[in-house]
């Protein structure tokens, strides 16, 4: 009977994310990329490049940004221009959101990527740390969020929250950023209540991403993890497709989907599965 349960819950799944996805629905689509100028936002830049859109991207590092449009226009996007900001300063979210819309005479996807430097390893007591990246990875999300909405609301347009699986689940080493990433579950869940309720136009999406295999996400795990990581490229393409196709919540790899299912199942053999997968290292 179990088996029999699986089956069908798998057979289920898979009706339910099959590729909907049509590239065209893209092409020609205002687009403002947070944290663009590397790892899985420069992806999806590139993504949205080749599919013809028409792009701002956002980042600290403005050399870099300028590389990346560069790219994205040689790639075929039908504009390319960049904001530079840092998210860390509590009025830079609403001016990057604005610029952006007048830069591209309105807006359709809002896709909110970037975080703030988060070391790996034990909590170290640095509470005005969690403070800041608070701002980073999850006010300045609300803020942009904010502003974007009656914009988003004239234009059916979609707000994407790129989030982790450890937005749904903790693991060692990551206390900060894991609580920025279950403030989102928390703020745009809440959200997308309120917005169906309210008959709203706008549609927001939450991706649960696994272990990426960004250079800085790399960095971080060395010595602590030997998870294996999936591509930057496809996790990027998955957030795009799941953004087009307006899904509530989306899960890259698929079978993340099943460790949320079944995390509260059993809870010991859980923590005990997570613990064995980290070490502390020796130095
Ligand atoms: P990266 O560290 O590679 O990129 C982060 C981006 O954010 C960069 O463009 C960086 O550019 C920008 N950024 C950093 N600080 C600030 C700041 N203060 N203000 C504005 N922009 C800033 O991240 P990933 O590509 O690895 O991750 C992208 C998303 O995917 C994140 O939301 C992350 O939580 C999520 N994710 C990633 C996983 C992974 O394993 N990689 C796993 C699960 C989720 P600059 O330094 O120039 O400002």
Same mark, same amino acid.
């Given at each position: 009977?179990?088996?029999?349960?699986?089956?069908?819950?798998?057979?289920?799944?898979? $009706?339910?994310?099959?590729?909907?996805?049509?590239?065209?629905?893209?092409?020609?689509?205002?687009?403002?990329?947070?944290?663009?100028?590397?790892?899985?936002?420069?992806?999806?830049? $590139?993504? $949205?490049?080749?599919?013809?859109?028409?792009? +701002?991207?956002?980042?600290?590092?403005?050399?870099?940004? !300028?590389?990346?449009?560069?790219?994205?226009?040689?790639?075929?996007?039908?504009?390319?221009?960049?904001?530079?900001?840092?998210?860390?300063?509590?009025?830079?979210?609403?001016?990057?959101?604005?610029?952006?819309?007048?830069?591209?005479?309105?807006?359709?996807?809002? @896709?909110?990527?970037?975080?703030?430097? %988060?070391?790996?390893?034990?909590?170290?007591?640095?509470?005005?740390?969690?403070?800041?990246?608070? #701002?980073?990875?999850?006010?300045? $999300?609300? #803020?942009?969020?904010?502003?974007?909405?009656?914009?988003?609301?004239?234009?059916?347009?979609?707000?994407?929250?790129?989030?982790?699986?450890?937005?749904?689940?903790?693991?060692?080493? =990551?206390?900060?950023?894991?609580?920025? !990433?279950?403030?989102?579950?928390?703020?745009?869940?809440?959200? #997308?209540?309120?917005?169906?309720?309210?008959? %709203?136009?706008?549609?927001?999406? +939450?991706?649960?991403?696994?272990?990426?295999?960004?250079? %800085?996400?790399?960095? !971080? @795990?060395?010595?602590?993890?030997?998870?294996?990581?999936?591509?930057?490229?496809?996790? =990027?393409?998955?957030?795009?497709?799941?953004?087009?196709?307006? #899904?509530?919540? %989306?899960?890259?790899?698929?079978?993340?989907?099943?460790?949320?299912?079944?995390?509260?199942?059993?809870?010991?053999?859980?923590?005990?599965?997570?613990?064995?997968?980290?070490?502390?290292?020796?130095?």
């Amino acid at each position: 009977l179990k088996l029999a349960v699986l089956a069908v819950a798998v057979a289920v799944t898979a $009706y339910v994310w099959r590729d909907t996805f049509d590239p065209e629905s893209v092409r020609g689509a205002r687009v403002l990329v947070t944290g663009a100028s590397m790892g899985i936002g420069e992806q999806m830049a $590139y993504h $949205y490049a080749r599919l013809g859109a028409e792009l +701002i991207i956002t980042a600290r590092s403005e050399n870099t940004l !300028k590389d990346v449009v560069q790219r994205c226009v040689e790639l075929g996007a039908q504009k390319a221009l960049y904001v530079a900001a840092d998210m860390s300063i509590p009025t830079e979210p609403e001016r990057v959101l604005k610029e952006s819309v007048e830069l591209l005479g309105g807006l359709d996807y809002l @896709i909110l990527n970037h975080i703030g430097n %988060s070391p790996y390893g034990l909590w170290d007591g640095d509470t005005e740390y969690v403070r800041r990246l608070m #701002q980073i990875n999850f006010v300045s $999300y609300v #803020q942009m969020a904010a502003t974007a909405l009656p914009i988003l609301e004239r234009s059916s347009g979609a707000i994407v929250v790129v989030s982790s699986l450890l937005g749904k689940m903790t693991t060692p080493f =990551a206390a900060p950023y894991a609580s920025t !990433k279950f403030a989102l579950g928390g703020f745009f869940g809440t959200l #997308q209540h309120e917005l169906a309720m309210q008959g %709203s136009n706008v549609s927001v999406t +939450i991706t649960v991403l696994g272990l990426i295999d960004t250079a %800085s996400a790399m960095d !971080k @795990i060395r010595g602590y993890t030997d998870v294996t990581p999936y591509p930057a490229s496809e996790a =990027a393409l998955h957030i795009i497709k799941a953004g087009a196709t307006r #899904q509530t919540e %989306s899960y890259f790899p698929w079978f993340h989907w099943f460790t949320c299912f079944f995390r509260d199942w059993f809870p010991y053999f859980r923590d005990m599965c997570i613990r064995r997968s980290f070490t502390i290292p020796s130095n």
